[in-house]
T-cell receptor, first 115, second 112 residues
Framework: EAQVTQNPRYLITVTGKKLTVTCSQN?????MSWYRQDPGLGLRQIYY???????DKGDVPEGYKVSRKEKRNFPLILESPSPNQTSLYFC??????????????FGAGSRLTVL | SQKIEQNSEALNIQEGKTATLTCNYT??????LQWYRQDPGRGPVFLLL?????KEKRKERLKVTFDTTLKQSLFHITASQPADSATYLC???????????FGAGTRLFVKA
């Protein structure tokens, strides 16, 4: 089944304790992206990657890092989490059609709480 | 910066009626606009995509219009069903497609 898999689905951690949220897709998509979703603010893009070893900042990159060493994986790293990073996180991937349009396939989400 | 506005209030309609959701944006028009459905506790799921040079797109009971003059897209669900109850997200993408900006979504409730 074509899918985007995120882990963990739920995590409670404490301020300053480094964590990684993994994201893997099995559709051979070039494009991958991370979003956070907060009430009333919608989905905001954190980082995206156009292909292996190519990453760039989205609208809210502060406090996050990413890497894209393989096409299928795009982990999100919080080096020193803070309470304002408590949120619902979504990973997405896409393969551009012949006009350059990216239709996103989302993971199930990772709910992170930082105490 | 680009802003997207969707009905912030929930939309309540009776089963069988047509639901119409609005997406307004400021500034420059996107290369294409998408609509996604999101159920509680789940990731958004793609529904329809419409390009800047298209006026209307249909898929089964769904219809999307795109007016670049008004800077607005309308999303219609005809013959709505309780199973259509969900949050619907509007998303704008620009040439290259690397940046997709989402609205906050409109919650739709369809009553039997």
């Amino acid at each position: 089944e074509a899918q985007v898999t995120q882990n963990p689905r739920y995590l409670i951690t404490v301020t300053g304790k480094k964590l990684t949220v993994t994201c893997s897709q099995n559709m051979n998509h070039e494009y991958m992206s991370w979003y956070r979703q907060d009430p009333g603010l919608g989905l905001r893009q954190i980082y995206y990657s156009m292909n292996v070893e190519v990453t760039d900042k989205g609208d809210v990159p502060e406090g996050y890092k990413v890497s894209r060493k393989e096409k299928r994986n795009f982990p999100l790293i919080l080096e020193s989490p803070s309470p304002n990073q408590t949120s619902l996180y979504f990973c997405a991937s896409a393969k551009a059609d012949n006009t350059g349009a990216n239709v996103l396939t989302f993971g199930a989400g990772s709910r992170l709480t930082v105490l | 910066s680009q802003k997207i506005e969707q009905n912030s209030e929930a939309l309540n309609i009776q089963e069988g009626k047509t639901a119409t959701l609005t997406c307004n944006y400021t500034n420059y028009s996107p290369a294409y606009l998408q609509w996604y459905r999101q159920d509680p506790g789940r990731g958004p799921v793609f529904l329809l995509l419409i390009r800047e040079n298209e006026k209307e797109k249909r898929k089964e009971r769904l219809k999307v219009t795109f007016d670049t003059t008004l800077k607005q897209s309308l999303f219609h669900i005809t013959a709505s069903q309780p199973a259509d109850s969900a949050t619907y997200l509007c998303a704008l993408s620009y040439t290259g497609g690397f940046k997709t900006i989402f609205g906050a979504g409109t919650r739709l409730f369809v009553k039997a």
